[in-house]
């Protein structure tokens, strides 16, 4: 069982930054796939990107490609979303989710969800 908890979420303007962090807990972390999630109110949770835990490939939505990274630190546990040139649009509850499996491709199969954390980007 993983338990998954993330952190930096707040209030920015829009053309600023925010990095997410994603700590992970009751399993083997190098092991997890894993990815970034937003829902906005009254929508539903849509994909933002992922990284496969076998060789570090990513996959990004079009709407955040070449503005979010998603990267990994195996020796903290920890998944990060760095976000730039934030926008009203991505003002959402972003979640992090992992799953064993070996991604080739955008998916939103994941096993186990963070509680979410809360980013406002005002205009």
């Known amino acids: 069982q993983v338990q998954l908890v993330e952190s930096g979420g707040g209030l920015v303007q829009a053309g600023g930054s925010l990095r997410l962090s994603c700590a992970a807990s009751?399993?083997?972390?190098?092991?997890?796939?894993m990815g970034w999630f937003r829902q906005a109110p009254g929508k539903e949770r849509e994909f933002v990107t992922t990284?496969?835990?076998?060789?570090?490939?990513?996959y990004y939505a079009n709407s955040v490609k070449g503005r979010f990274t998603i990267s990994r630190d195996n020796a903290k546990n920890t998944v990060y979303l760095q976000m730039n040139s934030l926008k009203p649009g991505d003002t959402a509850v972003y979640y992090c989710a992992a799953t064993m499996r070996i991604l080739t491709g955008m998916t939103a199969i994941f096993d186990y969800w963070g509680q979410g954390t809360q980013v406002t980007v005002s205009s």
């Open positions: 009751g399993g083997t972390f190098s092991r997890y796939s």
């Open positions: 990284i496969s835990w076998n060789d570090g490939s990513t």
